[in-house]
């Protein structure tokens, strides 16, 4: 007997190629609901219990049938569960949008809700067609001078990095030693909860959290409440310009990323200057795979070019940008996350 013949494909079928180009197309609704919900604080509220719209609405001052609505379109992708009493309950999807569970992706999908954000994105066509960056089509100046200005977009995008470092962090300390160091330069840091993981992990590494003034300012909670505070000098100023000098090792996470070469040589020319002629320089991004492969750095990719004019690399365009200033790239280290960490020294 041949028992192929007992067997049933239970392989889902393939979906039509109108099917995913249709999911494709109307994906920004799928996004912008994930975000509302997001801000709304709809998965905080149902990790105390299932709750209908109703009563989800009274408690976040929604229109309840619109609300029903768009839970309704969430909970048939699996970001929440319904049953047939219209009761709302979590998934492992929704679990992320809560405010304080580990990897919560909840500030990240709020700063994609933000007007700012938005308008950059609906003119993607003019970044494609001229190179220039939409942001500032829509703003009138750049993301961080417009953050600068605006406190609570920079406050919202602040809590995003932290966001992000907070599902990062654990894996760049895992996949890097550190503990060779006496003092590390966390360029660029923001709050500094990626420094604050690495000082925590190597007790006798000296830190200096290196950022902008209006951000440095707001960063002492974060280092106080992480236990390091005392071991993290916080220096303002101008990466364009200059940076700490004196350091092992110089940390850039999601910056290099940010601008186009010209300007991420000038960034490197003053960390070369800076540091020690046996230090490292690393840089952590995500990487672009050379082949056709799906790869999250592709879609990070298209945002940096409509906010900021920036762009993620490959490894051959990390290589020349390196060299083009006077390192060698020595390794690239993988992660357990998206990011892997670019390590150069002087050449």
Not at 129 to 134: C, N, P, Y
Not at 234 to 256: C, N, P, Q, T
Not at 305 to 318: A, C, D, I, N, P
Request: hydrophobic share 40%; net charge negative; proline share 4%.
């Amino acid at each position: 007997m041949n028992t192929q013949d007992n067997i049933t494909n239970t392989a889902p079928p393939q979906m039509p190629p109108d099917a995913i180009l249709s999911q494709m197309i109307w994906g920004g609704l799928m996004q912008q609901s994930i975000c509302v919900a997001a801000r709304l604080g709809i998965s905080d509220l149902l990790a105390e219990k299932p709750q209908t719209a109703a009563e989800l609405a009274t408690r976040t001052d929604s229109h309840e049938s619109s609300l029903y609505r768009m839970l309704r379109l969430l909970a048939s992708a699996g970001v929440f569960a319904e049953n047939t009493e219209r009761m709302f309950s979590l998934t492992p999807l929704s679990e992320l949008l809560r405010s304080n569970t580990p990897n919560s992706m909840r500030d990240i999908a709020i700063m994609l809700n933000e007007d700012w954000i938005w308008q950059a994105f609906g003119e993607l066509s003019y970044s494609v067609k001229t190179g220039a960056t939409a942001h500032h089509k829509v703003q009138g100046m750049g993301s961080f001078e417009f953050f600068e200005q605006n406190k609570e977009a920079g406050k919202v995008f602040n809590n995003a990095m932290t966001n992000m470092s907070k599902t990062v962090v654990p894996a760049i300390v895992e996949a890097y030693d550190f503990s060779g160091f006496g003092k590390l330069v966390d360029i660029a840091g923001g709050h500094g909860y990626l420094l604050a993981g690495i000082l925590k992990a190597n007790p006798n590494l000296q830190g200096i959290l290196f950022d902008l003034p209006y951000v440095i300012e707001n960063a002492g909670e974060l280092l106080e409440e992480e236990g390091v505070a005392e071991r993290t000098e916080r220096v303002s100023g101008d990466f364009f310009e200059s940076v700490s000098a004196g350091a092992d090792v110089y940390l850039m996470k999601h910056i290099i990323h940010d601008w186009d070469d010209e300007k991420s040589i000038k960034i490197l020319q003053n960390i070369h200057r800076a540091m020690n002629d046996d230090g490292k320089v690393l840089i952590v991004e995500m990487v672009v795979p050379e082949t056709s492969e799906p790869s999250p750095s592709k879609m990070l990719d298209i945002c940096m070019l409509v906010m900021e004019g920036g762009k993620e690399r490959t490894e051959k365009e990390y290589r020349k940008l390196l060299a083009a200033v006077g390192f060698h790239l020595t390794r690239i280290v993988p992660t357990k996350s998206p990011f892997s960490i670019v390590e150069a020294i002087k050449s």
